[in-house]
């Protein structure tokens, strides 16, 4: 007799037809005894995959009533048994679907752990075949919630695996289609993901490759909170470093179709030819909102063709959008660089600045020159190097969250034909303020687009009233916006109302403002790690204010401080985006203002929070 599993749960004879059984309850007991392999199937066990937390009284009358009726089916080729505490199966010489699907996909795997591709192809093709649709169909919602997961998670790796195979004999130009939709369906599986990169890139597509990591990075952040993993990650270096050719040792070997025949697609070298443009841009988060006059305005800076230097900042408090502006700009602008654009983050997730010479190794990389980035272990050198590739190319490159000019120096190109686009917490020396957009707390009437775009424009015109609280507790930061819309758009079933009333309270504002590994609270202490002594008492001595602006007589007398020493250190908290200036007082003097988050971080700051990561390199102090 041969069972089946992979798909609808079927018995069939040995002569091909079909035993008769109805209902998703048989079919869910036929199941449970089959996937327990010979094992004792228990009442309690066979009545939670039958009815859940909520069995009727009589229970253990159905399922006597079930196994009965598959006694009777099943005839004498299988025998059901009872056995305290429940039943077992016991059918000799019988076929199940699972069982040889388990030994095709064991062989196949190992297969390629030897590097026998075409077998492992062959074998897992084979596995894989054996899936007729979605395992247990026509079981019991509750049989599907149990067991589907896991089977489907040996599928995905069988396939995975298969896909690997084909890679190894050549076969990127067959799987391009496949992955593309098995990533749109599965965007988290980072193994998928790095295969489609591989294929786009070994077909001469490097900028889909690089577009569709920048893409799964972000849907990591957005779904799991999570960095790219190993996998993901060396996936997308090897993209920037010309690595994922084919090697010469890969044997030539055609890749067979679904049908078995040959697909006529062989194994070659790497490909040769001339490095390909870098297209190093992430992809765009959400949708961009807001910002116009900005973003108008750097287009037309890194448009201009006068021979000045294009070095342009934007520099604000954290999170108030500085790298979604970047991102815009330069990708509005990159037809008029063809020699490609680069980006570099110049912090490591952990907030600590990276040190120039391991910036300068990725770019040198990304523009070619692998092999001279590797070899050198010299700062001097690689900068050298890093100026000679980019002395008459037209390149545009994005330095984003820059510690200083020291760290800047550097990274910037040689060439009068490269723009340069930083972002920045801090103003740069190296580049003139006519050159600088400093970006300040977006209006309500920008900060209610923002926040309708992720939570929906229809489910906050319901709820006005809450949304503008929801606007007015963010204090135009769009980072703390962007929060707030993701919590609701997963939360569908709360009222804005809800998160309104969750945000009122001062002390857990900044507790409510995180979502995933996106935190509020996280990206203004980073800032405020950087304060030197007097700046970091200015602040947490202030942070009792109102949040009208105040002078620096007026800092003084609260700190306890001369009036010049309070304004060095209001001055200095100016320069750290952690405090605006608001004007000036009716004897000309300078007003402060502090942003409304930033004070209530200032007044909760822990002496942990202040200790961790206070250590910088030297090279970027």
């Not at 039943?87 to 069982?99: E, I, K, M, N, S």
Request: aromatic fraction near 4%; glycine fraction near 8%.
């Amino acid at each position: 007799m041969d069972f089946r599993l992979l798909g609808p749960v079927e018995a069939k004879r040995g002569g091909g037809s079909t035993v008769p059984l109805s209902g998703s309850k048989v079919h869910t007991v036929l199941a449970a005894l089959l996937l327990s392999e010979g094992r004792v199937v228990s009442d309690a066990r066979l009545s939670a995959l039958l009815w859940g937390w909520s069995p009727p009284a009589t229970a253990s009358a159905q399922i006597y009533t079930y196994m009965s009726r598959l006694r009777k089916h099943l005839g004498e080729e299988a025998s059901i048994v009872r056995r305290q505490p429940g039943y077992v199966l016991h059918a000799p010489g019988a076929w199940t679907d699972l069982t040889e699907y388990v030994r095709l996909d064991r062989q196949g795997r190992e297969a390629l752990a030897e590097h026998r591709h075409a077998d492992a192809a062959a074998l897992l093709r084979e596995a894989l075949d054996l899936w007729r649709g979605t395992a247990l169909a026509n079981t019991t919602e509750q049989m599907i919630e149990a067991e589907l997961p896991r089977l489907e998670e040996t599928r995905m790796i069988t396939l995975e695996s298969r896909i690997e195979a084909d890679l190894a004999l050549g076969g990127h130009e067959q799987v391009i289609a496949e992955l593309t939709a098995l990533v749109a369906e599965h965007p988290v599986r980072e193994r998928l993901r790095a295969q489609l990169m591989t294929a786009l890139y070994r077909c001469g597509r490097q900028a889909d490759a690089l577009h569709t990591y920048y893409e799964g990075r972000a849907v990591l952040a957005d779904q799991l909170g999570v960095d790219p993993g190993e996998a993901l990650g060396s996936t997308y270096q090897a993209v920037l470093g010309g690595d994922l050719g084919l090697t010469p040792a890969t044997p030539a070997a055609a890749v067979p179709s679904r049908s078995g025949a040959a697909g006529g697609v062989r194994a070659t070298g790497t490909a040769p030819g001339a490095p390909a443009v870098p297209a190093m841009l992430p992809a765009p988060y959400g949708e961009f909102t807001g910002r116009r006059a900005e973003l108008a305005a750097l287009r037309a800076r890194l448009s201009r063709e006068d021979g000045r230097p294009r070095r342009l900042l934007i520099t604000g408090m954290a999170g108030v959008g500085k790298t979604a502006l970047a991102v815009r700009a330069a990708r509005a602008c990159a037809a008029r660089f063809p020699d490609g654009q680069l980006y570099a983050e110049l912090r490591h997730p952990d907030g600590t600045p990276k040190e120039p010479a391991e910036v300068l190794v990725r770019l040198l990389r990304a523009l070619g020159r692998p092999e001279a980035a590797a070899a050198s272990g010299d700062p001097e050198e690689l900068v050298r190097l890093y100026r000679t590739r980019t002395a008459d190319a037209r390149l545009l490159l994005v330095l984003d969250d820059a510690v200083g000019d020291r760290q800047v120096a550097p990274l910037l190109p040689a060439g009068p034909g490269a723009a340069v686009l930083i972002t920045s917490r801090a103003r740069l020396a190296r580049v003139a303020g006519a050159d600088t957009t400093a970006l300040t707390p977006v209006d309500d009437d920008e900060a209610l687009e923002l926040l309708a775009s992720l939570a929906g424009r229809d489910r906050l015109e319901a709820e006005p009233d809450a949304a503008d609280d929801v606007v007015a507790y963010c204090a135009g930061l769009p980072l703390a916006l962007t929060v707030a819309g993701a919590r609701l758009a997963a939360r569908a079933h709360w009222p804005v109302s809800r998160l309104a009333a969750r945000l009122a309270d001062p002390d857990a504002r900044l507790g409510e403002l995180a979502f995933g590994d996106v935190s509020v609270r996280d990206s203004l202490v980073d800032s405020v790690r950087r304060l030197d002594g007097p700046e970091l008492a200015a602040l947490t001595g202030l942070a009792d204010g109102d949040g009208e602006p105040f002078s620096a007589q007026y800092a003084a007398l609260v700190l306890g401080t001369a009036e010049e020493d309070a304004e060095a250190a209001l001055d200095g908290l100016v320069d750290r985006a952690l405090l605006e200036l608001s004007g000036l007082d009716a004897q000309g003097r300078p007003l402060y203002r502090c942003h409304d988050l930033v004070r209530l971080l200032a007044a909760s700051l822990t002496t942990r929070e202040l200790d961790a990561g206070r250590a910088l390199p030297s090279a970027v102090r």
